[in-house]
């Protein structure tokens, strides 16, 4: 069975800083695409940032610059490091990993940022 596990996510002010980890296991994802979604209150689920297996990456524009995805060496594991955190910043951020017709989900780790 395949798991997503994120963890990182907590409470930090304006301006700070996070890194969210995600590792994976029951599957290997190195071909598999994998990346960050957030949502907020009230909002739909939206793409934060991906990195394909081979590392290209793709970011939201209201991330570009503040934020950055990586993988580990194992490719089964994906990292995002956000600086310069923003209040709407605010949501609950989901792990994913897809390929093909499959695509998998972490449980979400929330990130409040607020002073």
């Known amino acids: 069975q395949v798991h997503l596990v994120e963890s990182g996510g907590g409470l930090v002010q304006p301006g700070g800083s996070l890194r969210l980890s995600c590792a994976g296991s029951?599957?290997?994802?190195?071909?598999?695409?994998m990346g960050w979604y957030r949502q907020a209150p009230g909002n739909e689920r939206e793409v934060v940032a991906t990195?394909?297996?081979?590392?290209?990456?793709n970011y939201a524009d209201s991330v570009k610059g503040r934020f950055t995805i990586s993988r580990g060496n194992a490719k089964n594991t994906v990292y995002l490091q956000m600086n310069s955190l923003k209040p709407e910043d605010t949501a609950v951020y989901y792990c994913?990993?897809?390929?093909?017709?499959?695509?998998?989900w972490g449980q979400g780790t929330q990130v409040t940022v607020s002073s």
């Open positions: 990195i394909t297996s081979y590392g290209r990456t």
């Open positions: 994913n990993a897809m390929l093909n017709a499959a695509n998998y």
């Open positions: 029951g599957s290997i994802f190195t071909l598999h695409t």
